[in-house]
């Protein structure tokens, strides 16, 4: 369980958080739709290559029940290269700016790793949520700045960096090595004051495909934090490979690693299709609502 670093005590869980005047709440597991602004990225790079097609996709994703939008504009599939910040910028501007536009009440998560571009795409449309897949560890000034910031943070696990991190990874137990890192991390975080802090266990993320089904099997180690745990499943290799398919061919696959995920305590699913998750969300909600009763 946490402990509040100013006072001592035991922190209980929130089933909510706040990102600017918008709320999201976590008493049903939330679908946070993947908006990508990239050319090269493992799935759906380029496919949002001008402003209608993007906000095209957001309507979708938007009516088919996402309660939030991660936009991202740096590919981070194994292998990848480095875009530089000016690079990322000119593509996530452009689009998170439309698309706090056209959909003003949609709460928004910017997936990056650097301080700066989180700090200027806050002065330009305001509070969001930021998804860091490198849990702080490429950008040495992130955490001090969520947590001056106010904002809500993904602390994410990668082993590595995108373009090392499938590179043998090695652990001595990959989900108690997880929990190390997410302990160590979140007392620093809470020590500068941050606030709301989600926890992603980085799947595909410097992990062989033992070691992410090994943490899809005890994703609930995860609940003695008593932080939302987010899960991004959505297409990855972990899926495909094991079904020996491609990429475009795994939504069944990744229906089924969902599904999986909510029993073991996923607070919120990150997925490329929108409409899938949101029905598996609630056959386990009817699940759960049956064990209740």
Same mark, same amino acid.
């Given at each position: 369980?946490?402990?509040?670093?100013?006072?001592?005590?035991?922190?209980?869980?929130?089933?909510?958080?706040?990102?600017?005047?918008?709320?999201?709440?976590?008493?049903?597991?939330?679908?946070?739709?993947?908006?990508?602004?990239?050319?090269?990225?493992?799935?759906?790079?380029?496919?949002?290559?001008?402003?209608?097609?993007?906000?095209?996709?957001?309507?979708?994703?938007?009516?088919?029940?996402?309660?939030?939008?991660?936009?991202?504009?740096?590919?981070?599939?194994?292998?990848?290269?480095?875009?530089?910040?000016?690079?990322?910028?000119?593509?996530?501007?452009?689009?998170?700016?439309? &698309?706090?536009?056209?959909?003003?009440?949609?709460?928004?998560?910017?997936?990056?790793?650097?301080?700066?571009?989180?700090?200027?795409?806050?002065?330009?449309?305001?509070?969001?949520? &930021?998804?860091?897949?490198?849990?702080?560890?490429?950008?040495?000034?992130?955490?001090?700045?969520?947590?001056?910031?106010?904002?809500?943070?993904?602390?994410?696990?990668?082993?590595?960096?995108?373009?090392?991190?499938?590179?043998?990874?090695?652990?001595?137990?990959?989900?108690?090595?997880?929990?190390?890192?997410?302990?160590?991390?979140?007392?620093?975080?809470?020590?500068?004051?941050?606030?709301?802090?989600?926890?992603?266990?980085?799947?595909?993320?410097?992990?062989?495909?033992?070691?992410?089904?090994?943490?899809?099997?005890?994703?609930?180690?995860?609940?003695?934090?008593?932080?939302?745990?987010?899960?991004?499943?959505?297409?990855?290799?972990?899926?495909?490979?094991?079904?020996?398919?491609?990429?475009?061919?795994?939504?069944?696959?990744?229906?089924?690693?969902?599904?999986?995920?909510?029993?073991?305590?996923?607070?919120?699913?990150?997925?490329?299709?929108?409409?899938?998750?949101?029905?598996?969300?609630?056959?386990?909600?009817?699940?759960?609502?049956?064990?209740?009763?």
């Amino acid at each position: 369980m946490l402990i509040s670093q100013s006072t001592g005590k035991f922190l209980k869980r929130r089933n909510s958080i706040i990102i600017g005047k918008d709320s999201l709440d976590f008493t049903i597991p939330a679908v946070m739709g993947i908006v990508n602004v990239t050319p090269d990225s493992f799935y759906d790079g380029g496919k949002l290559a001008s402003e209608s097609e993007l906000l095209a996709h957001v309507e979708k994703m938007v009516n088919e029940g996402a309660s939030i939008l991660d936009i991202g504009a740096v590919s981070t599939r194994p292998g990848s290269q480095m875009v530089s910040t000016k690079a990322e910028l000119e593509r996530l501007l452009p689009a998170v700016t439309a &698309i706090r536009s056209h959909f003003p009440e949609m709460p928004l998560s910017v997936d990056t790793f650097r301080s700066w571009v989180a700090v200027r795409i806050i002065d330009e449309i305001g509070p969001v949520m &930021i998804n860091d897949i490198s849990g702080g560890s490429l950008d040495s000034k992130m955490f001090e700045t969520v947590a001056r910031m106010k904002i809500p943070y993904v602390l994410s696990h990668m082993q590595g960096t995108p373009l090392n991190m499938q590179e043998n990874p090695q652990y001595n137990d990959v989900v108690k090595d997880i929990a190390a890192f997410f302990s160590d991390k979140v007392k620093r975080l809470t020590k500068l004051g941050a606030e709301d802090i989600l926890l992603d266990p980085g799947f595909g993320f410097g992990k062989t495909l033992d070691h992410n089904y090994e943490l899809l099997n005890r994703l609930d180690a995860f609940k003695v934090f008593q932080l939302p745990v987010l899960v991004g499943l959505s297409r990855k290799s972990m899926i495909w490979k094991s079904l020996d398919i491609t990429a475009e061919e795994a939504l069944n696959g990744t229906t089924v690693a969902n599904t999986m995920a909510l029993l073991g305590g996923a607070d919120i699913l990150r997925v490329h299709d929108v409409k899938e998750a949101v029905e598996a969300v609630k056959i386990f909600c009817e699940i759960k609502a049956t064990i209740k009763k």
